[in-house]
């Protein structure tokens, strides 16, 4: 049985279009659910690694299958006062388009390997995954 939905963040997707390690075990996980979504933010960061490193084709690939969620300004006023403070500036809106998604039901869980991200989604009731 699949879940319903997981936020995914760049340090998660960024592992499969590296091919990294644990790529495997990412895409695995991220079969045991039904949506994938992220903040528009991914797009900027995964296309921004992907041209460095010659792989825009795979990041669209990648992004195609991921639901992205418009950066507005309620994302980014409450980005910029998400708790807890140790977390990034962008890891917050990613935080904070997280928080707003499971307030509205939509999800409970994060995908992530940053460790302060991971604390904060985890502040906020947040189950968090970091496949290995």
Do not use: K, Q
């Amino acid at each position: 049985m699949t879940a319903a939905a997981v936020y995914v963040d760049t340090s998660a997707v960024g592992r499969v279009l590296l091919g990294e390690p644990d790529a495997p075990a990412v895409l695995r996980d991220l079969g045991d659910f039904d949506r994938h979504i992220a903040s528009r933010l991914l797009r900027v960061e995964l296309r921004r690694v992907a041209l460095r490193e010659g792989l825009l084709d795979d990041a669209d690939l990648l992004l195609g299958g991921i639901a992205l969620i418009p950066l507005d300004d309620a994302v980014l006023g409450s980005a910029e006062v998400v708790r807890p403070t140790s977390v990034a500036t962008l890891d917050a809106i990613h935080l904070a388009t997280a928080v707003r998604l499971a307030a509205a039901g939509v999800l409970d869980t994060v995908m992530t390997y940053d460790i302060r991200l991971a604390a904060g989604a985890e502040d906020h009731g947040l189950r968090v995954l970091a496949p290995a």
